[in-house]
């Protein structure tokens, strides 16, 4: 494993999304997509998921919670302090070499980094627009959808490149009506759009089984001075009910560690996660 970056490995480009066939014990070979997250995001690998917060804080307050003491973004922010390293190269610290990885990135030094990042393990960069990238592999790909984990995390939600393309949320739907597992990133700026991704794609996928584990807190403690409420939540579809319960755990988990952060006189006043039904 290469040393992570003052970058997010995956987080440069105009949308973020990465393939990669694994072996995980409880679906055998498996496929993961995997882009960057930002606030509050998940990846399960072996029974064990990621939960993702402000690092600072959640290094001080993380080692005291019991479902978070143990989480492996805790263990990677304790392995470079001051360093986040992006959801690459957890993926790639998580799987190791049960997995081969197909990473894409429209911003050459982010693809770069993520050639750098790959130590002796087995990945592919493809220097391309992630969207119609994961959308050729998955339909050229000779796998069982129920064996493929998509995590699509997007700049611009709602972006055509082409009249005949997809946007990241329709490519999102495709692949969870489909059977594929997938996890999607999404943020908001108001209360009123709490939970959005998860309606968007329900209307998209109707035959996906669905799971949102939504955060929505202050935006003063994303972007210092700006009153008002800040959010984001992951849309997990197809995923066996012990990942759901694993997340649901660490997003209850963040809540507590930010139980301190109060601000007075806004609406929110603190941090609340929230399953979105």
């Known amino acids: 494993m290469g040393r992570e970056h003052e970058q997010p490995l ?7 999304e990465a393939l990669a066939p694994c072996r995980d014990p409880a679906h055998g070979s498996a496929t993961c997509l995997l882009g960057d997250t930002r606030w509050i995001g998940v990846l399960s ?10 690092g600072s804080s959640f290094l001080s307050l993380a080692p005291y ?27 790639m610290r998580s799987l190791g070499t049960s997995a081969s990885y197909l ?18 393990l087995d990945v592919r960069v493809v220097d391309a627009d992630g969207v119609s990238a994961v959308e050729r592999e998955a339909q050229l790909a000779r796998v069982d959808a129920r064996d493929v984990l998509v995590h699509v995390d997007p700049f611009e939600p709602f972006e055509r490149v082409s ?15 489909a059977g594929y597992r997938l996890v999607y990133w999404y943020g908001y700026d108001s209360v009123e759009r709490r939970g ?20 929505l807190l202050p935006a003063s403690l994303v972007y210092p001075g700006t009153p008002g409420a800040w959010g984001c939540g992951v849309v997990l579809a197809n995923a066996p009910e012990t990942e759901t319960r694993i997340c649901e755990r660490l997003g209850r988990g963040l809540e507590r ?21």
Not at 109 to 115: D, G, M, P, V, Y
Not at 163 to 177: C, K
Not at 196 to 215: F, K, N, Q, S, T
Request: charged residues 25%.
């Open 10 to 16: 995956c987080g440069a480009g105009r949308r973020v």
């Open 45 to 54: 690998a072996d029974g064990e998921s990621v939960a993702v917060a402000r």
């Open 65 to 91: 919670d019991p479902d978070l003491r143990s989480c492996a973004y805790l263990a990677a922010l304790r392995h470079e302090p001051g360093v986040y390293p992006g959801s690459a190269t957890l993926a």
């Open 103 to 120: 990473f894409c990135d429209v911003d050459p030094r982010s693809a770069a980094s993520l050639l750098d990042a790959r130590g002796g």
């Open 163 to 177: 009249r005949d393309s997809r946007t990241p949320v329709e490519l999102a739907g495709w692949l969870a009506d």
């Open 196 to 215: 959005w991704a998860r309606d968007v794609i329900a209307g998209l996928a109707p035959h996906a089984e669905l799971w949102c584990g939504d955060v």
């Open 257 to 277: 560690i930010s139980e301190g952060d109060v601000v007075e006189g806004n609406d929110p006043s603190l941090l609340s996660f929230k399953v979105m039904a």
